[in-house]
């Protein structure tokens, strides 16, 4: 059987200016159906802010490990290379980061008319959310290319 690697070059990874251990790309936004399709390159053993899902999030591991973390840094998961999982909303909030060769994951965000993200400080409070509005500016932002890039 042939073994395929990612191309990693291949993708125009966007970062947003104020999360700087995280890449990500918007294939899709469709507000119709409430979709997002967005895949993330998180870094090695570096973990993301903290936050919360408030949409039903579909993932699957392309490359890497994937790894979840509780609040205080206690390792919660840790999704291999070829992982499908389907997480519902939660409100307990994790961190997330790749293995020793960082993560390449695709998210399909569904089905909210509110928010699907709440970005959190240490402390837990709310510090920004993302819902279909913020999404779709960050796509076409994307688009026209202003938005960071690696």
Same mark, same amino acid.
């Given at each position: 059987?042939?073994?395929?690697?990612? $191309?990693?070059?291949?993708?125009?990874?966007?970062?947003?200016?104020?999360?700087?251990?995280?890449?990500?790309?918007?294939?899709?936004?469709?507000?119709? /159906?409430?979709?997002?399709?967005?895949?993330? /390159?998180?870094?090695?053993? #570096?973990?993301?802010?903290?936050?919360?899902?408030?949409?039903?999030?579909?993932?699957?591991?392309?490359?890497?490990? /994937?790894?979840?973390?509780?609040?205080?840094?206690?390792?919660?998961?840790?999704?291999?290379?070829?992982?499908?999982?389907?997480?519902?909303?939660?409100?307990?909030?994790?961190?997330?980061?790749?293995? $020793?060769?960082?993560?390449?994951?695709?998210?399909?965000?569904?089905? #909210?008319?509110?928010?699907?993200?709440?970005?959190? $400080?240490?402390?837990?409070?709310?510090i920004a959310e993302f819902d279909m509005a913020a999404f779709k500016e960050l796509f076409k932002l994307q688009e026209i290319g202003t938005v960071l890039t690696?």
């Amino acid at each position: 059987m042939t073994t395929y690697e990612f $191309d990693y070059y291949a993708v125009n990874w966007q970062q947003l200016t104020d999360f700087n251990n995280f890449y990500y790309y918007i294939f899709d936004v469709d507000e119709t /159906h409430q979709l997002v399709d967005v895949i993330f /390159h998180f870094l090695p053993h #570096t973990p993301i802010v903290l936050h919360r899902h408030c949409a039903i999030n579909h993932t699957f591991v392309i490359h890497g490990e /994937h790894r979840i973390y509780y609040p205080n840094g206690e390792l919660k998961e840790i999704r291999p290379t070829g992982s499908y999982t389907i997480s519902q909303p939660d409100d307990s909030p994790h961190r997330e980061c790749g293995g $020793d060769d960082g993560t390449i994951v695709l998210f399909n965000i569904r089905g #909210t008319r509110g928010v699907m993200y709440e970005i959190m $400080d240490d402390d837990g409070t709310v510090i920004a959310e993302f819902d279909m509005a913020a999404f779709k500016e960050l796509f076409k932002l994307q688009e026209i290319g202003t938005v960071l890039t690696d």
